[in-house]
DNA sequence: ACGGATTTATGAAGCTTTTATGACACCGAA
DNA sequence: TTCGGTGTCATAAAAGCTTCATAAATCCGT
């Protein structure tokens, strides 16, 4: 998905000229032309990166700024200020409140989108937050949840340390000896027919409906995570 | 009331004619001659702004930045930092820590006086500066008030500081151990079922009559605050 | 294709582990 | 002393795990 931007800027000709050229570079754009209104559309669409205004109507960007940083969804976006002035206590001051980068009017457009890549690029690792993916499923360990097509499914620990350990090994086949091994841990002793239980009970929580069965069984060797049941490749 | 204005710097005389000058503009002065004594100094006579000497016996200036910085006491005070040399990487390393304002020695009394009523006049009003928000939910650091749907909510000490911790990293799970590590501190022991309690007890406090449960149990991993139980996103 | 032999899927029951709760004792500050 | 605030326990209440018995499905040799 592409990285969203948002705009937030009064002189719509400056507007104009800032999406153009981040579009060009791929990236999405939102904008909003005072303060209020930038809280809200960072609200519904919250943005990977702001471009903001120091003067603003009805809301400076300082206040945006602080806003901003309050939700926890936005309180990570990097920001970079825009000023008509160059004075020092200005730089301070945005800096103060949180701003990341800062650039004077006039500015170069290739120079502030280099500056918009730079801050994504840094950004990016901090979010990146440990996620497995496998088709449309989710498991984030950090939420520790698992989501298939955008709805969230409860889990067990035992079942999730197991799709864990099938997502990071997708395709591969396991025995059940190997999966008491993985999952359960090596000292740990429980029958093996334990295993298929467990499969169970992941299966059901996975397959709604309509979605497929991403679990497959392959008779006298174990199971594994494949997306076609048993459809040629 | 007079705004305190605190002088952390070594070199007496120049103390003796700021203390001078300060207090016949109408300002309370306390004084540190290191940083170690400033930081004592702050914390028993929060000032509402301080010049703070780069070089320090004791305690570099820029450490007692931010020693300032992490108490919420004193964390919005402005900083006028003084140094001697007037390099760029100083100045860059001093804003980030957090100084607010930043003079070269020499400079003129006059000039340090007036940013000074500048750096108090415009720290006023924007009192409103840490406050945390997740849904409904407010935490505010600096009148250490908690509010949710308007109403306010009383918290001890601990469960304040447990929510400021889940607040500050929303949707995250973290174990008893990773909460008590942090939000106790890493020296402190009790036993990790105590975690339970204060999370009861920060749950009785949150959730009146209608509101839904913003703490989640993760079964084996530990808690996290989150807005939807199992829901669907 | 058929029947027995294997192997897997399922549902339910009993038991274990983990969490929620209420009560209580202790401590330091007002 | 009286009050919040905290940490611990004992106990209740959930939630999850393992096992077992049985039904289905799949294989294999004939």
């Known amino acids: 998905m592409k990285p969203t931007v948002m705009i937030v800027e009064d ?18 754009v939102t904008e909003a032309s005072d303060g209020e209104e930038a809280v809200t559309v960072a609200d519904e669409t919250p943005p990977d990166a702001v471009i903001l205004d120091w003067m603003l109507p009805r809301m400076s960007g300082i206040e945006v700024c602080r806003q901003l940083r309050r939700k926890p969804e936005t309180r990570h976006v990097p920001i970079i200020m825009l000023t008509a002035r160059s004075e020092e206590t200005d730089k301070v001051r945005g800096l103060n409140v949180g701003a990341d980068d800062y650039m004077t009017k006039p500015f170069s457009m290739p120079e502030l989108v280099a500056r918009v890549r730079a801050l994504l690029r840094r950004a990016k690792p901090s979010q990146a937050k440990g996620q497995l993916t496998f088709g449309d499923i989710t498991l984030d360990l950090d939420a520790h949840r698992v989501s298939r097509g955008g709805r969230y499914v409860h889990l067990g620990p035992t079942e999730f340390r197991l799709l864990q350990y099938l997502m990071e090994r997708p395709g591969t086949v396991f025995s059940r000896e190997e999966l008491l091994n993985g999952v359960w841990g090596p000292d740990i002793y429980v029958e093996p027919r334990t295993v298929d239980v467990h499969i169970r009970r992941l299966r059901k929580a996975l397959n709604t409906d309509d979605s497929i069965d991403v679990i497959r069984t392959v008779r006298a060797a174990g199971y594994s995570l494949d997306a076609s049941g048993d459809a040629a490749a």
Request: aromatic fraction near 12%.
């Open 11 to 28: 002189e719509a000709s400056l507007v104009t000229m800032l999406r153009y050229n981040l579009e060009k570079e791929g990236y999405a």
